[in-house]
């Protein structure tokens, strides 16, 4: 009996869906619970599961373009057939001695390596390589290993040469332009479309206005250094600089929330909570998961969730539910070794906190030219429902809130 498996719904506003990497082939035997595919759609990607054991049939081809609640492959129910190595385990008692030892060898690594915790797109980069899984060190979620893990241990293999190296194209390539492959052309994912999408929108949709300030870091790295040992073995996590952003946005919001706002056709929907988003780069493209409820949460309890979030990011387990709700988002370009820019709202939001490298700069201090550790901010925000007065009161107060970090830990 053949059952159907269909691309899933997984968000309202998601029609299709792009069939990323087949993890099983075509015709192999899988049982109920094991990850087949990853699909793409223009927002996150998702592993698909089957919950039947039985023969795969492949019904599309990778890089194909299904609507939700297409079929994509099908298994056929059944029993593992005879002679499938990694399903017939009671093989090898009655198998023949003049089996080759190579080959013995070669199952029994392929099935340790399907043991080895690795995300889909780490074991393809391995497949595509010839890197064994095993002798590579897992840096993501309990030891699992990802994508940089991999194309590491790629770049330290040795017996390979840079212009070898260089003449391989991209994947995901699809055509070679150019005498001596000096350029290659490769099709935009839904990811990347989205994205292009959205950013253009909001520069058409929105008044994007930008305003500046810097903070001094001084106090606020002092207090961190203060407290960040004690801070770890007590709550398992480093305090990092985003969660005191993250409250003195929330103290901000408070005392102007008209950025707590956004509007909706021709009316303003006021937000009474503190769902802050914050961007994190991957190789995949710019998320923005929400840190929920920042104004009840502890700066313990907010560091806990953006290293969750970030992990996710980093192995594409993102979820659609991890991405909605924002009302602020906060960006940090200084993690890169940007001075100064100009960050896009994230529509519908009316605000976004942009945060840059912290250098060493003279600045006046009590009539006195010291050298402080100095952060530019810019708040870029949408001049339809946010007037000036209110987006520098605003920054001000972020600034406020940095430069004099023992006030927030206290409320005051």
């Given at each position: 009996?053949?059952?159907?498996?269909?691309?899933?719904?997984?968000?309202?506003?998601?029609?299709?869906?792009?069939?990323?990497?087949?993890?099983?082939?075509?015709?192999?035997?899988?049982?109920?619970?094991?990850?087949?595919?990853?699909?793409?759609?223009?927002?996150?990607?998702?592993?698909?599961?089957?919950?039947?054991?039985?023969?795969?049939?492949?019904?599309?081809?990778?890089?194909?373009?299904?609507?939700?609640?297409?079929?994509?492959?099908?298994?056929?129910?059944?029993?593992?057939?005879?002679?499938?190595?990694?399903?017939?385990?009671?093989?090898?008692?009655?198998?023949?001695?003049?089996?080759?030892?190579?080959?013995?060898?070669?199952?029994?690594?392929?099935?340790?390596?399907?043991?080895?915790?690795?995300?889909?797109?780490?074991?393809?980069?391995?497949?595509?390589?010839?890197?064994?899984?095993?002798?590579?060190?897992?840096?993501?979620?309990?030891?699992?290993?990802?994508?940089?893990?991999?194309?590491?241990?790629?770049?330290?293999?040795?017996?390979?040469?840079?212009?070898?190296?260089?003449?391989?194209?991209?994947?995901?390539?699809?055509?070679?332009?150019?005498?001596?492959?000096?350029?290659?052309?490769?099709?935009?994912?839904?990811?990347?479309?989205?994205?292009?999408?959205?950013?253009?929108?909001?520069?058409?949709?929105?008044?994007?206005?930008?305003?500046?300030?810097?903070?001094?870091?001084?106090?606020?790295?002092?207090?961190?250094?203060?407290?960040?040992?004690?801070?770890?073995?007590?709550?398992?996590?480093?305090?990092?600089?985003?969660?005191?952003?993250?409250?003195?946005?929330?103290?901000a919001l408070k005392a102007v929330p008209g950025i707590n706002a956004q509007i909706d056709g021709d009316e303003i929907v006021q937000n009474h909570f503190f769902d802050v988003g914050v961007a994190v780069g991957t190789d995949k493209g710019l998320f923005v998961p929400v840190v929920r409820d920042c104004d009840s949460k502890s700066f313990?309890?907010?560091?806990?969730?953006?290293?969750?979030?970030?992990?996710?990011?980093?192995?594409?387990?993102?979820?659609?539910?991890?991405?909605?709700?924002g009302v602020f988002t906060i960006t940090n370009g200084g993690i890169y070794g940007s001075l100064l820019s100009t960050p896009i709202l994230n529509p519908p939001q009316s605000g976004i906190?942009?945060?840059?490298?912290?250098?060493?700069?003279?600045?006046?201090?009590?009539?006195?030219?010291?050298?402080?550790?100095?952060?530019?901010?810019?708040?870029?925000?949408?001049?339809?429902?946010?007037?000036?007065?209110?987006?520098?009161?605003?920054?001000?107060?972020?600034?406020?809130?940095?430069?004099?970090?023992?006030?927030?830990?206290?409320?005051?």
């Amino acid at each position: 009996m053949a059952h159907e498996i269909k691309i899933p719904s997984v968000g309202e506003s998601i029609t299709s869906a792009t069939l990323g990497t087949w993890h099983k082939a075509d015709n192999e035997y899988v049982d109920a619970g094991e990850v087949i595919l990853t699909i793409e759609t223009d927002k996150i990607s998702t592993e698909l599961e089957t919950d039947k054991a039985g023969i795969l049939k492949h019904l599309a081809g990778e890089g194909d373009e299904l609507e939700i609640g297409a079929a994509v492959a099908s298994i056929e129910e059944g029993e593992a057939p005879e002679g499938t190595s990694e399903r017939n385990d009671s093989a090898g008692e009655n198998a023949p001695d003049e089996t080759p030892q190579e080959e013995t060898e070669s199952s029994s690594s392929e099935e340790k390596e399907d043991r080895i915790k690795a995300t889909p797109v780490a074991r393809k980069i391995a497949d595509e390589q010839g890197i064994n899984l095993s002798n590579v060190k897992g840096t993501g979620a309990a030891g699992k290993i990802t994508k940089s893990d991999v194309i590491g241990a790629t770049s330290q293999e040795s017996g390979k040469s840079t212009a070898t190296q260089s003449s391989v194209p991209a994947a995901g390539a699809t055509q070679v332009v150019g005498a001596g492959n000096r350029t290659t052309r490769t099709k935009l994912s839904p990811l990347r479309r989205k994205i292009a999408t959205h950013l253009v929108n909001a520069q058409q949709e929105a008044a994007i206005l930008s305003t500046f300030n810097e903070c001094d870091m001084t106090n606020l790295m002092a207090l961190r250094k203060r407290v960040q040992e004690d801070f770890v073995a007590k709550h398992g996590v480093k305090l990092g600089f985003m969660s005191f952003f993250i409250k003195a946005v929330v103290d901000a919001l408070k005392a102007v929330p008209g950025i707590n706002a956004q509007i909706d056709g021709d009316e303003i929907v006021q937000n009474h909570f503190f769902d802050v988003g914050v961007a994190v780069g991957t190789d995949k493209g710019l998320f923005v998961p929400v840190v929920r409820d920042c104004d009840s949460k502890s700066f313990a309890e907010i560091e806990q969730d953006i290293i969750a979030y970030a992990t996710k990011a980093r192995e594409g387990a993102i979820s659609l539910e991890d991405l909605q709700g924002g009302v602020f988002t906060i960006t940090n370009g200084g993690i890169y070794g940007s001075l100064l820019s100009t960050p896009i709202l994230n529509p519908p939001q009316s605000g976004i906190l942009g945060m840059h490298s912290i250098q060493q700069r003279p600045v006046a201090v009590d009539g006195q030219v010291v050298i402080r550790p100095m952060m530019y901010l810019a708040l870029s925000y949408d001049h339809r429902i946010v007037d000036g007065k209110e987006a520098v009161t605003f920054l001000v107060r972020v600034k406020d809130c940095i430069e004099n970090p023992d006030r927030m830990l206290i409320g005051v």
